[in-house]
């Protein structure tokens, strides 16, 4: 079954750090680009970071660049997402998403005092 499952969402303070995960099974994850999207309420969704196959490149919005990590272990078919000093701006339902069209089902961060 093509599935993408992550993990790892929660509620943090402000000025907190989480590490969301995305397990990848059913497909080849090692062979494409990988990307986390959010979306907050009443809002579209938007691309947050995104990284290619190898690892080799890496692209982040604006509003995430040294703030937001991507990377990936194509041994264990996992996607990851550290986040540090967050801000209540960041509140949303994070999705990882492959090249080939799989979505995750999405992980809820909330960030609030």
């Known amino acids: 079954q093509v599935q993408l499952v992550e993990s790892g969402g929660g509620l943090v303070q402000p000025g907190g750090s989480l590490r969301l995960s995305c397990a990848a099974s059913g497909f080849t994850f090692s062979a494409w680009t990988m990307s986390w999207y959010r979306q907050a309420p009443g809002k579209e969704r938007e691309l947050v970071a995104r990284?290619?196959?190898?690892?080799?490149?890496?692209n982040y919005a604006d509003s995430v660049k040294g703030r937001f990590t991507i990377s990936r272990d194509n041994a264990k078919n996992t996607l990851y997402l550290q986040m540090n000093s967050l801000k209540p701006e960041d509140t949303a339902v994070y999705y990882c998403?492959?090249?080939?069209?799989?979505w995750g089902q999405g992980t809820q961060v909330t960030v609030s005092s």
């Open positions: 998403n492959a090249r080939n069209g799989v």
């Open positions: 990284i290619t196959s190898a690892g080799g490149t890496t």
